[in-house]
């Protein structure tokens, strides 16, 4: 498998372009490219193609452009996945299985038993963090289309946007009546799925997300790690559509 | 939440019991249980209690068992995950998310491309530390059945056995012809689903695979994290069938 890097930036009539710092540095450092091998590059839009590196030292890394390469796959389906923060680093996680299954955006949200506020994931640089983490994954995964991680937001002012998407949120078995089963929601074509953190919705999350209109869901009887509740919900909602 | 244990052996008409050894430690050491303190019992077969702790110290953690709970509900289908054992110790990973989704059953599988070797797994005593994961991963999902981590074995030597269940073995969707979308293989009661390690099958595994008879299964056009595969394609079959 060649290396893959990220070329959010090129010239499309030269052919050459210079890897952005993040992406030189780790491909010296880490990967230890030399001038004259052969690499992949992507452009986050779609775009993947072969590219012959031309130089790699301390100035940056060039490269001139190949041949279009065939992108794994995208979705047939435009889903945003909706996550809670969750405690320590666990959202990075979320974050790099959700870009590998093949969501189109990610829009971590704030909720009322979060361990956290907004004011903390700022001064952390989060979601420069959480980007990070999107890019290294769709590296892995093959697709060239980056998923976009928003940046995060209280899950009240979530649900008071409105959306042209439906909206699916996650729940517990026994937390509330009149829940469907995942796999029962019809298909879409565009989908806001959205997960709760550690400790489930509070009441009143539930019910902002009642008044938005969104369809309660639920998975299964068995009590999902929130880490991993996300992707388990992505996987269960496209196998049940044939989309994934 | 009320701290949960394994407690495999009991005798029916005491009403009282001693954690095993494992168990105990656990309680006093990290839980800090104390005489008077109500805690959850299961016996891995199905059976859970509510019960209290009547003593707690380096002799051991005694209970008196009282009123039945109900456990998370078990699948309605008798699913055992066939999984590669993976570098380093993500295969606990494998474990835990498996125990967690509802199998009933893992065998671990030594492939032609694995970086170990059964001789190895064996003097790690891996086999132990899995169905310690196992106990882990359901005391946190509230199933009272405890999946069996079978003793790991070659996966040539799996192919090779028989069996009554449907077997379906997840491949690249590049690997070969032949295959089908894993959501439109059909629903059966006692199913096998073999994953594979890091670098794919070895073509003389995939033939095993079809002389066997087992069904060539794809999941998307993404490629997955070897450590991550396993739930997508539970998650994936189990929502297919409507079971999760």
Redesign the interface.
């Known amino acids: 498998v060649r290396a893959r890097f990220y070329l959010p930036f090129r010239d499309p009539d030269s052919g050459v372009a210079m890897l952005p710092d993040e992406e030189a540095f780790h491909a010296v450092r880490v990967l230890r490219v030399a001038a004259g091998d052969e690499v992949e590059v992507f452009d986050g839009l779609g775009g993947m193609w072969r590219a012959r590196i031309t130089q790699a030292d301390r100035r940056g890394v060039g490269l001139t452009l190949g041949e279009p390469v065939a992108p ?2 995208e ?1 047939p389906v435009d889903l945003t996945l909706v996550a809670a923060v969750l405690k320590g680093d666990k959202m990075d996680d979320v974050v790099r ?1 959700a870009a ?3 969501v189109k955006a990610i829009q971590p949200v704030v909720t009322a038993r979060a361990e956290t506020s907004l004011a903390a994931l700022a001064r952390g640089r989060r979601g420069d963090r959480w980007q990070r983490v999107a890019v290294a994954s769709i590296k ?4 060239a289309v980056l998923p976009l991680v928003h940046a995060p937001i209280d899950v009240a002012d979530y649900w008071r946007q409105t959306t042209t998407g439906c909206r699916i949120v996650l729940v517990e078995p026994s937390a509330c009546g009149g829940t469907v ?4 929601v019809p298909a879409a074509t565009a989908v806001e799925l959205v997960v709760g953190p550690e400790g489930g919705w509070d009441p009143s999350e539930l019910q902002l997300a009642r008044e938005a209109g969104a369809t309660l869901a639920s ?7 929130a880490d ?1 509740a996300p ?2 919900a992505v ?6 559509w ?1 989309m ?1």
């Open positions: 794994a796959p979705l299985d590998m299954v093949g892995q995964c093959g697709r089963a995942l796999y029962d998975l299964g009887g068995r009590t999902l790690r991993a992707l388990v996987a269960a909602l496209l196998s049940a044939r994934l």
